[in-house]
Protein backbone atom coordinates (compact mmCIF):
# COMPACT_ATOMS: atom_id res chain seq x y z
CA UNK A 1 0.00 0.00 0.00
CA UNK A 2 2.70 2.60 1.04
CA UNK A 3 4.74 2.22 -2.58
CA UNK A 4 1.52 1.80 -4.31
CA UNK A 5 0.49 4.98 -2.45
CA UNK A 6 3.59 7.07 -2.94
CA UNK A 7 3.55 5.84 -7.02
CA UNK A 8 0.21 7.19 -7.16
CA UNK A 9 1.10 10.49 -5.84
CA UNK A 10 3.82 11.18 -7.05
CA UNK A 11 3.12 10.33 -10.90
CA UNK A 12 -0.28 13.16 -10.89
CA UNK A 13 0.76 15.89 -12.97
CA UNK A 14 -0.38 18.75 -10.56
CA UNK A 15 2.23 17.20 -7.89
CA UNK A 16 4.94 17.01 -11.02
CA UNK A 17 4.40 20.19 -11.92
CA UNK A 18 4.14 21.67 -8.15
CA UNK A 19 7.68 20.36 -7.74
CA UNK A 20 8.19 22.07 -11.11
CA UNK A 21 7.81 25.30 -10.28
CA UNK A 22 9.71 24.51 -6.67
CA UNK A 23 13.19 23.70 -8.98
CA UNK A 24 12.33 26.67 -11.13
CA UNK A 25 12.35 29.38 -8.07
CA UNK A 26 16.02 28.78 -7.48
CA UNK A 27 16.79 28.70 -11.07
CA UNK A 28 15.27 31.55 -12.23
CA UNK A 29 16.74 33.58 -8.86
CA UNK A 30 20.11 32.61 -9.72
CA UNK A 31 20.04 33.80 -13.35
CA UNK A 32 18.74 37.18 -11.98
CA UNK A 33 21.38 37.49 -9.59
CA UNK A 34 23.03 36.52 -12.08
CA UNK A 35 22.45 39.15 -14.57
CA UNK A 36 21.72 42.31 -12.55
CA UNK A 37 25.09 41.25 -10.46
CA UNK A 38 22.89 41.06 -7.33
CA UNK A 39 21.75 43.14 -4.24
CA UNK A 40 24.16 45.05 -2.05
CA UNK A 41 25.23 43.52 1.18
CA UNK A 42 22.16 43.61 3.73
CA UNK A 43 19.36 43.98 0.53
CA UNK A 44 16.61 41.16 -0.65
CA UNK A 45 16.21 38.03 1.62
CA UNK A 46 18.68 36.71 3.26
CA UNK A 47 21.87 34.69 1.76
CA UNK A 48 20.67 36.91 -1.79
CA UNK A 49 23.71 39.12 -1.31
CA UNK A 50 26.14 36.30 -0.97
CA UNK A 51 24.85 34.13 -3.58
CA UNK A 52 27.41 36.12 -6.29
CA UNK A 53 29.95 34.94 -4.32
CA UNK A 54 29.25 31.59 -3.31
CA UNK A 55 27.06 29.05 -5.49
CA UNK A 56 26.21 27.31 -1.96
CA UNK A 57 23.92 30.39 -0.91
CA UNK A 58 22.00 29.91 -4.11
CA UNK A 59 20.26 27.10 -2.51
CA UNK A 60 19.84 28.40 0.71
CA UNK A 61 18.26 32.12 -0.44
CA UNK A 62 16.09 29.61 -2.58
CA UNK A 63 14.57 28.15 0.39
CA UNK A 64 14.37 31.56 1.87
CA UNK A 65 12.19 32.95 -0.96
CA UNK A 66 9.82 29.26 -0.89
CA UNK A 67 9.36 29.50 2.49
CA UNK A 68 6.66 31.99 2.89
CA UNK A 69 4.56 30.59 0.07
CA UNK A 70 5.52 28.30 -2.57
CA UNK A 71 6.32 25.22 0.01
CA UNK A 72 3.51 25.67 2.14
CA UNK A 73 1.07 25.87 -1.12
CA UNK A 74 2.65 22.69 -2.31
CA UNK A 75 2.33 21.09 0.76
CA UNK A 76 -1.50 22.53 1.18
CA UNK A 77 -1.93 21.18 -2.35
CA UNK A 78 -1.30 17.37 -1.71
CA UNK A 79 -1.98 17.02 1.66
CA UNK A 80 -5.69 18.37 1.62
CA UNK A 81 -6.11 16.39 -1.87
CA UNK A 82 -4.91 13.37 0.69
CA UNK A 83 -8.77 12.06 1.30
CA UNK A 84 -11.26 15.03 0.12
CA UNK A 85 -9.47 13.98 -3.42
CA UNK A 86 -10.13 10.48 -3.14
CA UNK A 87 -13.93 10.76 -1.56
CA UNK A 88 -14.57 13.46 -4.64
CA UNK A 89 -13.47 10.90 -7.61
CA UNK A 90 -15.04 8.20 -5.63
CA UNK A 91 -12.18 6.18 -5.28
CA UNK A 92 -12.41 6.02 -1.42
CA UNK A 93 -15.22 3.52 -1.02
CA UNK A 94 -13.09 1.17 -3.17
CA UNK A 95 -9.70 2.02 -0.84
CA UNK A 96 -11.42 1.38 1.96
CA UNK A 97 -13.21 -2.79 0.47
CA UNK A 98 -9.32 -3.66 0.52
CA UNK A 99 -8.35 -5.23 4.30
CA UNK A 100 -5.66 -2.65 4.96
CA UNK A 101 -8.62 -0.92 7.02
CA UNK A 102 -8.96 3.30 7.43
CA UNK A 103 -6.43 3.63 10.08
CA UNK A 104 -3.50 1.91 7.99
CA UNK A 105 -4.76 3.83 4.51
CA UNK A 106 -4.51 7.48 6.73
CA UNK A 107 -1.09 6.40 8.30
CA UNK A 108 0.01 5.58 4.42
CA UNK A 109 -1.54 9.05 3.15
CA UNK A 110 0.33 10.49 6.50
CA UNK A 111 3.82 9.32 5.39
CA UNK A 112 3.54 10.11 1.53
CA UNK A 113 2.87 13.65 2.12
CA UNK A 114 5.62 13.49 4.82
CA UNK A 115 7.60 12.51 2.08
CA UNK A 116 6.25 14.88 -0.55
CA UNK A 117 7.51 17.68 2.13
CA UNK A 118 10.65 16.50 2.32
CA UNK A 119 10.91 15.90 -1.36
CA UNK A 120 9.23 19.68 -1.84
CA UNK A 121 12.58 20.90 -0.11
CA UNK A 122 15.14 18.66 -1.60
CA UNK A 123 14.02 20.09 -4.87
CA UNK A 124 14.86 23.13 -3.96
CA UNK A 125 18.02 23.04 -2.73
CA UNK A 126 19.61 20.59 -5.44
CA UNK A 127 17.98 23.02 -8.08
CA UNK A 128 19.75 26.58 -6.14
CA UNK A 129 22.83 24.27 -5.85
CA UNK A 130 23.15 23.09 -9.95
CA UNK A 131 22.57 26.88 -10.79
CA UNK A 132 24.78 28.29 -8.13
CA UNK A 133 27.44 26.42 -9.42
CA UNK A 134 27.07 26.61 -12.99
CA UNK A 135 26.88 31.00 -12.65
CA UNK A 136 28.85 31.47 -9.18
CA UNK A 137 31.81 30.54 -8.30
CA UNK A 138 32.11 27.77 -5.26
CA UNK A 139 34.96 27.02 -3.26
CA UNK A 140 35.39 27.48 0.60
CA UNK A 141 32.24 28.86 2.59
CA UNK A 142 31.94 32.07 4.62
CA UNK A 143 29.84 30.99 6.96
CA UNK A 144 27.56 33.82 9.02
CA UNK A 145 29.91 33.82 11.41
CA UNK A 146 32.71 35.20 9.57
CA UNK A 147 34.12 31.65 9.27
CA UNK A 148 35.29 29.70 6.61
CA UNK A 149 34.23 25.99 6.11
CA UNK A 150 35.10 23.76 3.05
CA UNK A 151 33.00 23.54 0.15
CA UNK A 152 31.92 19.78 0.73
CA UNK A 153 30.83 21.42 4.04
CA UNK A 154 28.79 24.13 3.15
CA UNK A 155 26.80 21.57 0.07
CA UNK A 156 26.08 19.53 3.07
CA UNK A 157 24.86 22.28 4.87
CA UNK A 158 22.28 23.40 2.42
CA UNK A 159 21.88 19.80 1.99
CA UNK A 160 20.84 19.33 5.59
CA UNK A 161 18.57 23.04 5.70
CA UNK A 162 16.35 21.15 3.39
CA UNK A 163 15.97 18.12 5.86
CA UNK A 164 15.27 20.81 8.19
CA UNK A 165 13.17 22.64 6.05
CA UNK A 166 10.73 19.44 5.29
CA UNK A 167 10.27 18.07 8.45
CA UNK A 168 8.95 22.17 9.50
CA UNK A 169 6.23 21.22 7.04
CA UNK A 170 5.03 18.36 8.88
CA UNK A 171 2.44 20.14 11.12
CA UNK A 172 1.17 22.00 7.92
CA UNK A 173 0.61 18.30 6.26
CA UNK A 174 -0.81 17.30 9.64
CA UNK A 175 -3.13 20.13 9.57
CA UNK A 176 -3.83 19.53 5.54
CA UNK A 177 -4.28 15.57 6.42
CA UNK A 178 -6.73 16.58 9.13
CA UNK A 179 -9.13 19.09 7.30
CA UNK A 180 -9.07 16.87 4.37
CA UNK A 181 -11.00 14.16 6.17
CA UNK A 182 -13.70 16.53 6.82
CA UNK A 183 -14.61 17.32 3.28
CA UNK A 184 -15.27 15.74 0.21
CA UNK A 185 -14.22 18.55 -1.80
CA UNK A 186 -10.56 18.85 -2.26
CA UNK A 187 -10.29 22.68 -3.12
CA UNK A 188 -12.12 23.36 0.24
CA UNK A 189 -9.20 21.30 2.00
CA UNK A 190 -6.28 23.25 0.24
CA UNK A 191 -7.76 26.48 0.53
CA UNK A 192 -8.34 26.23 4.09
CA UNK A 193 -4.90 25.12 4.57
CA UNK A 194 -2.88 27.71 2.90
CA UNK A 195 -5.34 30.01 4.64
CA UNK A 196 -4.09 28.82 7.30
CA UNK A 197 -0.69 29.40 6.78
CA UNK A 198 -1.49 32.87 6.14
CA UNK A 199 -3.28 33.67 9.12
CA UNK A 200 -0.58 31.90 11.45
CA UNK A 201 2.28 33.84 9.52
CA UNK A 202 0.26 37.10 10.36
CA UNK A 203 -0.36 36.45 13.76
CA UNK A 204 3.52 35.69 13.97
CA UNK A 205 4.09 39.18 12.62
CA UNK A 206 1.74 40.95 15.22
CA UNK A 207 3.60 41.97 18.07
CA UNK A 208 0.53 42.31 20.22
CA UNK A 209 0.03 38.69 20.29
CA UNK A 210 3.45 37.77 21.12
CA UNK A 211 2.74 35.50 23.74
CA UNK A 212 1.04 32.97 20.57
CA UNK A 213 4.56 33.30 18.73
CA UNK A 214 6.00 30.18 20.29
CA UNK A 215 2.70 28.19 19.24
CA UNK A 216 2.57 28.86 15.59
CA UNK A 217 3.49 26.36 13.66
CA UNK A 218 5.16 29.04 11.01
CA UNK A 219 7.30 30.51 13.84
CA UNK A 220 10.34 28.41 13.63
CA UNK A 221 10.17 28.05 9.88
CA UNK A 222 13.44 30.29 9.28
CA UNK A 223 15.14 28.71 11.92
CA UNK A 224 17.60 26.35 9.11
CA UNK A 225 19.07 29.68 8.82
CA UNK A 226 21.36 28.84 11.66
CA UNK A 227 23.30 26.13 9.88
CA UNK A 228 25.18 28.34 7.75
CA UNK A 229 26.62 29.66 11.59
CA UNK A 230 29.86 28.25 12.86
CA UNK A 231 29.49 26.38 14.56
CA UNK A 232 25.60 25.51 13.97
CA UNK A 233 22.96 26.44 16.09
CA UNK A 234 20.58 23.62 17.11
CA UNK A 235 17.93 25.44 19.83
CA UNK A 236 15.44 26.91 17.78
CA UNK A 237 15.80 23.59 14.76
CA UNK A 238 15.08 21.62 18.08
CA UNK A 239 12.34 23.98 19.39
CA UNK A 240 10.81 23.81 15.61
CA UNK A 241 10.96 20.39 15.77
CA UNK A 242 9.14 19.59 19.06
CA UNK A 243 6.34 21.85 18.07
CA UNK A 244 5.86 19.80 14.49
CA UNK A 245 5.53 17.15 16.97
CA UNK A 246 2.54 18.40 18.83
CA UNK A 247 1.20 19.42 15.81
CA UNK A 248 1.45 16.14 14.18
CA UNK A 249 0.13 14.30 17.38
CA UNK A 250 -2.90 16.90 17.53
CA UNK A 251 -4.08 16.86 14.20
CA UNK A 252 -3.12 13.36 13.23
CA UNK A 253 -5.40 12.21 15.99
CA UNK A 254 -8.02 14.47 14.91
CA UNK A 255 -7.73 12.98 11.82
CA UNK A 256 -7.51 9.74 12.66
CA UNK A 257 -10.79 9.92 15.08
CA UNK A 258 -12.54 11.38 11.82
CA UNK A 259 -11.49 8.78 9.56
CA UNK A 260 -12.51 6.10 11.59
CA UNK A 261 -16.13 7.45 11.99
CA UNK A 262 -16.82 9.14 8.90
CA UNK A 263 -19.81 7.93 6.65
CA UNK A 264 -17.96 7.69 3.35
CA UNK A 265 -20.42 7.44 0.39
CA UNK A 266 -18.19 7.60 -2.26
Not at 29 to 50: C, M, N
Not at 238 to 245: A, G, R, T, V
Request: proline letters at 5%; aromatic letters at 10%.
Amino acid sequence: MWLVEARTVFSRARVRALLAVLLAVPVFLAVAVYLAGGPRAGEGPTFLDRASHNGVFTALAGLVVTMPFFIPLSISVVAGDAVAGEANLGTLRYLLIRPAGRARLLAAKGVVTALFCLAAAVDVVLAGLVAGVILFPHGPVVTLSGTTVPFLDGVGRALLASLVVGVSMFGLAAIGLFVSTLTDVPIAAMAVTIGLVIMSAILDGVSQVAFLHPWLFTNYWTAFTDLARDPMRWHLIWKDFLLQLGYVVVFGAGAWARMLTRDVLA
